[in-house]
């Protein structure tokens, strides 16, 4: 009966393991199609009388180079808030300046670009589009899920998300900006057919996926690049004497002579 007990105890371990890797690592598209319902359910907390909440936009890319998907945008007079969701589980290494952020579950290490670096390509469309200077919008990415294992800037949270957004109380946009701003979104969603802008946004992405990886906006950020490296395994789950989590990946920091 002990053996039994034993064995059973072993195969729940197990299951659930594997089951907390495939989960954390199953296709991201549909994780990430999944993220952005969960943050636009709790979007709708936001007051509406002072927020304006928009979803899943195509907007054109600042440089002009195709388009560009905008998971959330909030419209307040305490500015514009451009949303990146990611729904990663696991524990999470990442800093500003590294150009690629490190998901590890259960032993498996995955390495992902760095969402401020995507969420910068955004905050740029959306200026753009409504002639607002960056001082106006903020930059925020919301992991739905998943355990921060190095410090994190201010603008990268997992929870309390319309928290974070209310903290905003400087006025930013006057009513006529507000107006203004509200109405070139509501435009900008008649004029989009999103079935066909998200099968032209895939093909543009796979096009530079053939290209070579790039840093988005990388020429446009201040300082230096940090090039991350893994950081170390974790242990087994299920493993006597379990560790403290691992230190923070290395990194070497690349001068912007060196990355150009």
């Known amino acids: 009966m002990v053996l039994l007990a034993a064995a059973m ?16 690592l199953r296709p991201i598209r549909s994780k990430g199609a999944a993220g952005e319902k969960l943050v636009k359910k709790r979007l709708e907390d936001l007051n509406p009388e002072l927020y304006r909440v928009f979803h899943d936009l195509y907007l054109p890319r600042a440089d002009g180079t195709g388009l560009t998907q905008v998971d959330h945008v909030v419209i307040s ?10 729904n990663y589980d696991g524990w999470i290494f990442g800093s500003t ?11 498996r290490n995955r390495q992902f670009p760095n969402p401020l670096h995507q969420n910068y390509l955004h905050v740029q469309a959306v200026k753009v589009l409504l002639g607002l200077v960056d001082r106006k919008l903020h930059s925020l990415v919301f992991f739905v899920d998943g355990d921060f294992r190095t ?40 004029q989009t057919d999103r079935k066909a802008a998200r099968v032209k946004h895939l093909q543009q992405l796979k ?30 789950p ?8 691992p230190a923070a990946a290395g990194q070497r920091l690349v001068s912007r002579a060196g990355s150009a």
């Open 151 to 190: 410090e994190m800037p201010d603008n990268v949270i997992c929870s309390d998300l319309c928290g974070w957004i209310a903290s905003h109380r400087v006025v930013m946009l006057d009513d006529a900006m507000l107006q203004e701003a509200i109405l070139k979104v509501e435009e900008l969603e008649k």
């Open 9 to 24: 105890i072993l195969f729940l371990m197990v299951t659930t393991s594997l089951v907390g890797i495939l989960v954390g």
């Open 238 to 245: 299920w493993s006597a004497g379990r560790q403290d989590a």
């Open 77 to 86: 007079r305490f500015g514009v808030f451009v949303l990146e969701t990611k």
């Open 97 to 107: 300046r590294q150009k690629m952020w490190t998901q590890s579950i259960f032993g």
């Open 207 to 236: 096009e530079r996926g053939r290209q070579g990886p790039r840093v988005t906006g990388e020429r446009d950020l201040p300082g230096e690049i940090a090039e991350i490296l893994p950081p170390p395994l974790p242990p087994s």
